[in-house]
């Protein structure tokens, strides 16, 4: 293989095509990405609360609704969305893109619902024992007890969930939708040049979520100190105009 | 005048029978201390108490009102009785002042300023005022299982549930927490108190039940249970503790 030519493509690949990379690609790989993760958190936490309903039926819908998202692959998904709903609903008139943004929003929320239980159910249970003892009703010792704490498991997987989601809209390249990969099946198809393509959409893809990655791991690790909990406090004294402690 | 009454109180853990119908009356101003082997029901019964844990059958009165039966409000009881716990749970993301003042403001018994007011004061009569702005995570075990019993006594409960309050303390700050409930029983509040600590039981109860095998098998004067027991369940358990 020819390195010094295969450096020369990649070269020219970018001077001629770094717009329809960065501009289109990148933007709408992030785009559906922010979409996806935003609406899926929102959905999300909707759907955790169900699968934690006292009402058993409540528990069963939730349940199906995440297992069914989890075991099946995405890319079925996103034909399902892209291919069978809209013909369902004639009058919903979608965009390609919108379907796109739909699908992978269904998909993340069911994964954010997990990661939202998982969080609220890992504090620990003499937390909620202790407000209740206290004479808090169930719902005072969700927000002020619980959250507050789940937060903290629940940000740092939220970051993980944000990496996978952006990496799977490049399944949704399979409709030309837009997005980084799709940008790189233009341009591999236009000149030809399949690997030096790849391996620009690779080191972009890399110089996204590697960042990310390492936010995330500097997120959990500074999670995992008590004292975190007191710039937090103190974000809040100074946003309600208090004062802050002596320390 | 009867501050807790339980009568035939029956729990269930799937096949555990834990609690067999017990039935019992603490009275206001008494220190009634539980003892009797692990699992024998001791943790259970105390719960129950609180409805922490729902018992499958029987009554419980609190303040003569039946808090077992139906459309009762148990968070408003629940003001009343304060409890602290083998593993302190003190609130990780609360300051020491928010751990404490959290609940009164909270539940409206208390301004803003009051409720600083009372934690400051409740503070120094445990020896943790200078702990006021600092978070639970960097208090030892013994600060931290004060600060829970601070926070419980800043609802003014009329009594004060201890489950094992000291058996998940480091050895040498077992004293600190005992100081504290002693002074604390002394000011003429209605305590229960679940111990592993003989000697403390002792000391400062008015009564000393052994639960075992989900009843209270036995009970009386510190005196009778640990100088003259006659239940042979409980001649055996303190030759093995004491």
Not at chain 1, 29 to 53: D, E, H, N, P, R
């Amino acid at each position: 293989m020819d390195f010094s030519q295969m450096f020369q493509n990649i070269f020219r690949l970018l001077t001629e095509y770094w717009h329809v990379y960065l501009l289109e690609g990148v933007k709408n790989t992030m785009i559906l990405t922010v979409i996806a993760v935003l609406l899926g958190t929102v959905f999300g936490s909707l759907v955790a609360f169900l699968k934690m309903s006292r009402f058993k039926i409540v528990r069963f819908f939730a349940s199906v609704y995440i297992e069914v998202i989890r075991g099946t692959p995405i890319l079925l998904q996103l034909y399902v969305f892209y291919f069978i709903l809209p013909e369902l609903f004639p009058l919903l008139n979608f965009t390609d893109f919108i379907w796109v943004a739909i699908a992978l929003c269904v998909n993340s929320a069911a994964y954010v619902s997990e990661i939202i239980r998982s969080g609220i159910q890992a504090v620990d249970k003499g937390q909620t024992e202790a407000a209740r003892s206290l004479g808090l009703s169930n719902t005072q010792t969700m927000l002020r007890i619980v959250l507050p704490q789940a937060v903290r498991n629940i940000l740092p997987a939220l970051g993980n969930e944000f990496i996978m989601i952006l990496k799977e809209t490049s399944l949704a390249s399979t409709f030309f939708i837009g997005d980084l990969m799709t940008s790189h099946k233009i341009v591999a198809g236009a000149e030809y040049l399949q690997l030096e393509s790849q391996i620009i959409v690779g080191t972009i893809y890399l110089c996204i979520t590697f960042p990310l990655s390492k936010l995330v791991g500097w997120f959990e690790k500074r999670m995992a100190n008590p004292n975190s909990y007191k710039n937090h406090n103190r974000k809040r004294a100074l946003m309600a105009g208090g004062r802050i402690g002596e320390k | 005048m009867e501050m807790i009454k339980t009568v035939d109180l029956h729990k269930s853990f799937g096949d555990l029978h834990v609690l067999t119908g017990v039935n019992e009356t603490i009275h206001k101003g008494e220190v009634v201390s539980i003892i009797g082997p692990s699992g024998g029901g001791k943790s259970t019964f105390l719960r129950c108490l609180n409805l922490l844990e729902t018992p499958e059958k029987g009554h419980i009165f609190f303040d003569g009102v039946e808090i077992t039966g139906k459309k009762v409000d148990i968070d408003l009881h629940r003001q009343k009785m304060g409890m602290v716990f083998q593993q302190f749970n003190v609130f990780p993301h609360l300051t020491v002042e928010e751990n404490i003042t959290l609940a009164p403001k909270m539940l409206k018994k208390k301004t803003a300023a009051e409720a600083s007011e009372m934690a400051k004061d409740l503070l120094n009569r445990v020896g943790l005022l200078e702990k006021l702005n600092e978070m639970p995570g960097n208090l030892s075990g013994g600060q931290k299982q004060r600060l829970a019993i601070v926070r419980a006594l800043a609802m003014e409960p009329d009594v004060m549930l201890f489950d094992e309050p000291t058996s998940a303390l480091d050895p040498e700050m077992v004293g600190e927490v005992l100081d504290v409930i002693k002074g604390l029983v002394s000011t003429g509040m209605t305590s229960v108190i679940v111990t592993h600590e003989m000697r403390f039981a002792e000391e400062i109860s008015d009564r000393v039940l052994f639960i075992a095998d989900g009843n209270i098998l036995e009970e009386g004067t510190p005196e009778q249970i640990f100088h003259n027991p006659t239940h042979p369940r409980l001649q055996e358990f303190l030759r093995k503790v004491l």
